[in-house]
């Protein structure tokens, strides 16, 4: 095992994927890596991403080489609980952005190898709602996976481990798939009423105060990180796409029973597990003061930064 001591940073880093979330860590690690005597960044990818001959992909792994981040060829998938201990050992830091793409039952198998490897910090992939607050028996099951991943990590004291509380990834919210902004029709749909609340932060400015937190002295451990780029209710987004557009936003609410029917109609469906989840208002806000970027007065994008950034093009003359 790479023991370090109490007090001591992270030197041996690991990050698990380099999607979404994954990219942003690695950019910002190897960016704070440089002022660390001795810091090493490395990435575990799937060989037909590091083999694969898209563009996107190519790109990636191009600016992860020219990163300095080393790649270790790994499946989070079909590799066993043994398979990857022996990986994480190697390590005195493994931090989980492989994402719910993976498979329900991955966060618990990354976490029993990560204990099994004995290695002196865990980050695990919990970079969203508040699994707490929410408790077992959400409409999304991957919720209660979570919690026992939780369970598992506090259940012992030889691994420390640090979670990181997001709320919902930002752009998420303004998906077409999703529902709850309607840019065709100049529509909001509330996930159960229009005060209801919800924390969204970018994963940009996550994958910034991860490798804040990561480095952070005193040493944070065994606690869970509040981050939030926002907090603001489906009303207010409605305002703030109005503001932002120059053109009036219809609203209407999706209440929890309208959304659980939904659900009970397609209980599979992934999105509706979702919906369903954020429109209970339990666990998925949090007040932005108190939360670490606002503690350490790290600037982050809000909900109407992220609107003029992004849907700008839309705005009508």
Known sequence: ??????????????????????????????????????????????????????????????????LGIEIVVGDLVKHSVDELAV????????????????????????????????????????????????????????????????????????????????????????????GVVDLQHDAVHALGSLDTAVTLTTPDDIGALTAEIVFAKPRIRNEIVYLAGDTVTYGEVADKLQAGLGRPFRRSEWSVQYLMDDLARDPQNMMRKYRAAFAQGRGVAWDKRGTFNQRQGIPVTDVASWINANLGSNRTE
């Open 1 to 66: 095992m790479n023991q370090t001591g109490l007090n001591a940073t992270s030197k041996n880093i690991l990050v698990l994927g380099a999607g979404e979330l994954g990219l942003p860590v690695l950019r910002n690690l190897a960016r704070k890596a440089k002022t660390v005597d001795g810091e090493k960044i490395s990435v575990l990818l799937r060989a037909s991403a590091v083999e694969s001959s898209e563009p996107g992909k190519r790109n990636d792994i191009a600016e992860i080489r020219d």
């Open 87 to 178: 990986v994480f050992a190697r390590y005195d830091t493994v931090i989980g952005c492989a994402g719910y793409a993976a498979g329900i039952n991955t966060p618990m198998k990354l976490a029993r190898a990560a204990l099994q490897a004995r290695i002196p910090r865990y980050f695990p992939w919990q970079f969203g709602v508040d699994f707490d607050v929410i408790g077992r028996g959400s409409p999304q099951d991957i919720f209660d996976a979570q919690l026992d991943v939780r369970e598992l990590l506090r259940s012992q004291q030889q691994t420390e481990w640090v979670i990181i509380s997001t709320g919902m990834f930002m752009s998420y919210l303004f998906e077409p798939e999703f």
